[in-house]
Structures are given as structure tokens and as C-alpha cells.
């Protein structure tokens, strides 16, 4: 279940006892806020399984199972798990970055990602077949004290910024992550021939 600790250690505990896939279970019967979202939180180096997230209802059929099983039904039991990519038929890749700001290793990324951005982008074969978007990540803090929610957070603790470096407080992180998001927009749909994505790169 979702709880105190990160996905990442989820997993690594399920890891470390031998578990071929993780299945976290969400403890909030419907998402306000859209589907959440399993990330890396900078620390999931080296983990080896796969793992998802299944709806709160679903993980109910899980547990009743298991509270009812017998012992032989735990021993013929066999869990199928598959993980399917959307497609579409237009030929196209929609590539998703997620991030922070604050992340020196997403940074370097992105920097080495320009120049394979530039070459998508100026072969006339694969122009417009890859479709990049930077996201950000943020989490939600309901139990956080009001003078954390003022320094971390906006919206009463509704978007709090992940790893906070320890410079900058959290509401500076979240807003350069919206000053990325808004020039990458900008720079992207603009139609001014003296503006474009380059000029995203060069300020990253």
C-alpha cells in the first residue's frame, strides 16, 4: 500500500526478498489529480525487478485472494504481468522527460539530448516523428505545518517540490520548473523565425 516511504523503497524492499515483480497498491479510492505517477526519486539505482501500480479496487481482489487461498492455491498460483506502451498509428514517438530542475543529472541529459534533438530535427526522413515534452514532478503534502507549506509548497500543500536542494526553498524550485515548462512552450508553438527550441536548449 501507499504509505510514509517512497516507491523506490517499496521496490527495494520487495526486491530484496525476492520478489519478481512490485505491485503497489494506491490507498485513495479515485485520483483527484489525475492517475499518479510511480517515479525514480534519485535513489533507484540498481533496482532490477519491474514494478506498477494498481487502483485501490483492484488491490482489494488481490488481498481478498490471498486472505482466502489455501495452501495449494498458493502453490499453483501464477501472476501475469504485462506492461503495454500506447500506440498509435501515425508513425509518430511521444518521448516524456520527467524531472526537476534541481537535478544535475536530468540537466546532463538534457544537454546530451540536444544534439540527438537536433539531428530528429533536421534529417527530412525523421523530421516530426519524435515528439518531445519535458514534465516536472511535484508531490502533494496534506499533513505538512503551515510554515513548511509557506516555504515548500503551493496551494496549501498541493504542490510541494521534490528533493529540495538545500539552497533554494521548495516554492523557487517549483517556480523554475514552470519558468523551463513555459520557454519550452513558448519556444516550441511560436512562429517568430528568430525564436526557437534551440534557445530552450541554450537555457537549460
Not at 516511504?5 to 520478489?19: A, D, H, L
Request: net charge negative; proline share 3%.
Amino acid at each position: 500500500m501507499r504509505g510514509e516511504c517512497s516507491f523506490v523503497q517499496k521496490v527495494r524492499n520487495m526486491e530484496n526478498i525476492g520478489v519478481a515483480v512490485g505491485i503497489i497498491v494506491n490507498n485513495q479510492e479515485k485520483q483527484k489529480d489525475g492517475r499518479p505517477v510511480m517515479f525514480d526519486d534519485g535513489t533507484g539505482g540498481g533496482i532490477r525487478i519491474p514494478s506498477m501500480m494498481v487502483s485501490k479496487a483492484d488491490g482489494m481482489i488481490l488481498f481478498n485472494w490471498l486472505k482466502n487461498a489455501s495452501k495449494a492455491d498458493y502453490q499453483s498460483i501464477v501472476v501475469m504481468a504485462e506492461f503495454v506502451a500506447n500506440q498509435n498509428n501515425d508513425n509518430k514517438v511521444d518521448a516524456e522527460f520527467w524531472y526537476s530542475s534541481t537535478s544535475s543529472r536530468a540537466l546532463d541529459f538534457i544537454e546530451d539530448w540536444e544534439q540527438f534533438h537536433k539531428v530528429l530535427n533536421e534529417d527530412p526522413q525523421l523530421l516530426n516523428r519524435v515528439e518531445f515534452d519535458p514534465r516536472f514532478i511535484f508531490w502533494k503534502c496534506d499533513d505538512c505545518e503551515a510554515s513548511y507549506e509557506e516555504k515548500e509548497c503551493f496551494a496549501g500543500g498541493k504542490y510541494c517540490a521534490i528533493d529540495n536542494d538545500p539552497v533554494m526553498a521548495g516554492r523557487d524550485v517549483i517556480l523554475e520548473d514552470l519558468r523551463q515548462k513555459c520557454l519550452f512552450k513558448l519556444t516550441k508553438e511560436s512562429t517568430d523565425p528568430l525564436i526557437s527550441i534551440k534557445q530552450w536548449f541554450m537555457y537549460i
